[in-house]
């Protein structure tokens, strides 16, 4: 009977004792998560701390881009009631490197392959189309607002330069891409600035970390991209008197873009 007694008081002591405060201080020397302890000193499996992704947590990525640009120019003497401007879908692809700062901005370098270009109609149903080629550089500042974990919508800005590699005048109908000896009369250096918008997921496949980016931006062309020289040809060029006028010949580049990107976490 004294051995039950003593066995009684000894189990209504060790009941006591703060085994909750003792497991947390374990686990947490083992480097586990202590949120989900409960009172009576019986725990669920604690997560290491730093395995997932975390919302605001630095991040490093590269990959490629690609989608589609509605591209036009906008013209400074261009007679409205005998051209209007016709846009054109064109292509552009390239990579980039992103990196996420804990305070939610990211910076996104990024080199492209990327055309340019617009259309002219004329009354007469004659066709100007310019396409042209060029390296594209951007630098976008994203602001990424995450709704969960992984998940997040982002704003941005970003200036743009561009290096021209080439360009291709087509004439006759609205349908036509024919070549022609004429000259673009395109500047070799442009730069611009852009904002845009989209939609950001950070996925997790096993040690690897994926990062996709679906966005839209407005491409506003800064820089007058009509070179005009001595040997400008004023009569083969679609424009009006009005632009032999010094400050009064200007084309400046606008589009509509939108892009889909893929990374890989480094």
């Known amino acids: 009977m004294k051995k039950i007694s003593l066995f009684i008081i000894v189990a209504f002591a060790l009941s006591l004792l703060p085994f909750d405060t003792i497991a947390q201080q374990k686990a947490l020397k083992k480097g586990y998560s202590t949120t989900n302890w409960c009172v009576s000193g019986v725990s669920k499996k604690g997560k290491k701390s730093g395995s997932s992704s975390k919302v605001g947590s630095s991040n490093m990525f590269f990959g490629i881009k690609g989608g589609v640009n509605l591209a036009s120019m906008s013209y400074v003497g261009k007679n409205d009631s005998l051209y209007t401007v016709n846009r054109l879908l064109l292509p552009f692809g390239g990579i980039f490197f992103?990196?996420?700062?804990?305070?939610?901005?990211?910076?996104?370098?990024?080199?492209?392959?990327?055309?340019?270009?617009?259309?002219?109609?004329?009354?007469?149903?004659?066709?100007?189309?310019?396409?042209?080629?060029?390296?594209?550089?951007?630098?976008?500042?994203?602001?990424?607002?995450?709704?969960?974990?992984?998940?997040?919508?982002?704003?941005?800005?970003?200036?743009?330069?561009?290096?021209?590699?080439?360009?291709?005048?087509?004439?006759?109908?609205?349908?036509?891409?024919?070549?022609?000896?004429?000259?673009?009369?395109?500047?070799?250096?442009?730069?611009?600035?852009?904002?845009?918008?989209?939609?950001?997921?950070?996925?997790?496949?096993?040690?690897?970390?994926?990062?996709?980016?679906?966005?839209?931006?407005?491409?506003?062309?800064?820089?007058?991209?009509?070179?005009?020289?001595?040997?400008?040809?004023f009569n083969y060029y679609p424009i009006t008197d009005m632009w032999k006028t010094e400050g009064n010949h200007m084309r400046k580049n606008r589009g509509i873009e939108v892009g889909l990107s893929l990374g890989i976490g480094l």
């Open 98 to 233: 992103e990196y996420d700062n804990p305070s939610g901005l990211s910076i996104i370098p990024t080199l492209l392959y990327k055309e340019d270009g617009t259309g002219l109609i004329g009354t007469n149903q004659t066709y100007y189309r310019l396409v042209t080629n060029n390296i594209d550089f951007t630098l976008p500042i994203a602001y990424d607002i995450y709704i969960t974990e992984n998940f997040a919508p982002f704003i941005y800005i970003a200036p743009d330069i561009s290096y021209n590699i080439g360009y291709k005048i087509g004439g006759g109908t609205i349908t036509s891409d024919n070549n022609d000896k004429g000259s673009s009369y395109y500047r070799s250096f442009n730069y611009g600035a852009k904002a845009g918008l989209g939609l950001k997921y950070i996925l997790n496949l096993g040690s690897l970390k994926w990062l996709i980016r679906l966005d839209g931006a407005y491409n506003f062309g800064l820089s007058n991209t009509l070179d005009i020289s001595e040997d400008f040809d």
